[in-house]
């Protein structure tokens, strides 16, 4: 078993930034692929962003350039940099770690809100 738990979301104003952090514990030396999703109210979930063992990262097209994916082993701890934020960010943004079994464990998942 894989615990995710994740921090870092909160209310951010237009153009700003945000750091999310993704903390892992457990069966983690098996995990070979890592990522964050997004769900926005009544629409589909997305992927963001993601990376692998070998450090191999994707991006959806909409956060290219403004979203950074990384990982520091060391504290089993995933990241997702967020700049130029835009309203159109506003989601429930999960982390996920896939093991080699093809097994996926999920975070409960952290709000990135913007002033209504």
């Known amino acids: 078993q894989v615990q995710l738990v994740e921090s870092g979301g909160g209310l951010v104003q237009a153009g700003g930034s945000l750091r999310l952090s993704c903390a892992a514990s457990?069966?983690?030396?098996?995990?070979?692929?890592m990522g964050w999703y997004r769900q926005a109210p009544g629409k589909q979930r997305e992927l963001v962003a993601g990376v692998t063992s070998g450090g191999r990262t994707n991006y959806a097209d909409s956060v290219k350039g403004r979203f950074t994916i990384s990982r520091d082993n060391a504290k089993n701890t995933l990241y997702l940099q967020m700049m130029s934020l835009k309203s159109g960010d506003t989601a429930d943004y999960c982390c996920?770690?896939?093991?080699?079994?093809?097994?996926?464990?999920w975070g409960k998942g952290t709000l990135v809100t913007f002033p209504s």
């Open positions: 457990g069966s983690i030396r098996s995990i070979n692929r």
């Open positions: 996920i770690f896939i093991n080699v079994y093809g097994i996926y464990y």
